[in-house]
């Protein structure tokens, strides 16, 4: 079976700064473009941003919306971490441990995007916690 890829599609103001953000500051490949929309490779994951009229306004927190990646190496996570502070981008959320001590331990930081758009990035002490784990009922920050 090949790979099956993840796409997501998201709202911008500004397609000359959604490249510099994602392009210059994460890394991400452009591809397809037009002046409505850009494609972009986030890690073999295809992100649409598409522009928007509407007003793009901050969330109070991280629940309900955002989106991310999972890192299977933590060399990997710390090279992003590493190049987000090298860039300048905006962390929503400074990195962190979470549930440290527990099968469910992690690391994790957020980055909010010039549109708002808030992006997690995480590695999993133990991979089985990534979709198992089922006995414990921790997710996210909130109680």
Same mark, same amino acid.
Not at 22 to 42: F, H, P, W
């Given at each position: 079976?090949? !790979?099956?890829?993840?796409?997501? $599609? ?5 397609? &000359?700064?959604?490249? $510099? ?27 649409? $941003?598409?522009?928007? =009229? ?27 971490? =590493?190049? &987000? ?9 400074? !990195? ?17 995007? !010039? ?13 089985? &916690?990534?979709?198992? =784990? ?10």
């Amino acid at each position: 079976m090949n !790979p099956t890829l993840f796409h997501l $599609a998201f709202p911008v103001n500004d397609i &000359a700064r959604t490249k $510099a953000y994602y392009a210059t500051g994460l890394g991400c490949a452009i591809g397809r473009e037009n002046a409505q929309s850009v494609i972009l490779n986030l890690y073999g994951h295809q992100l649409v $941003a598409h522009l928007t =009229e509407e007003p793009l306004l901050s969330q109070k927190g991280i629940y309900p919306r955002h989106f991310g990646l999972i890192f299977t190496t933590e060399s990997d996570w710390e090279a992003l971490l =590493e190049r &987000a502070q090298r860039q300048g981008l905006t962390f929503y959320q400074s !990195p962190k441990y979470r549930f440290t001590g527990l099968p469910l331990e992690h690391r994790t930081f957020f980055l909010e995007d !010039p549109f708002h758009n808030l992006m997690e990035f995480k590695y999993y002490a133990h991979p089985e &916690a990534i979709f198992g =784990e089922a006995s414990f009922t921790q997710i996210g920050d909130r109680v």
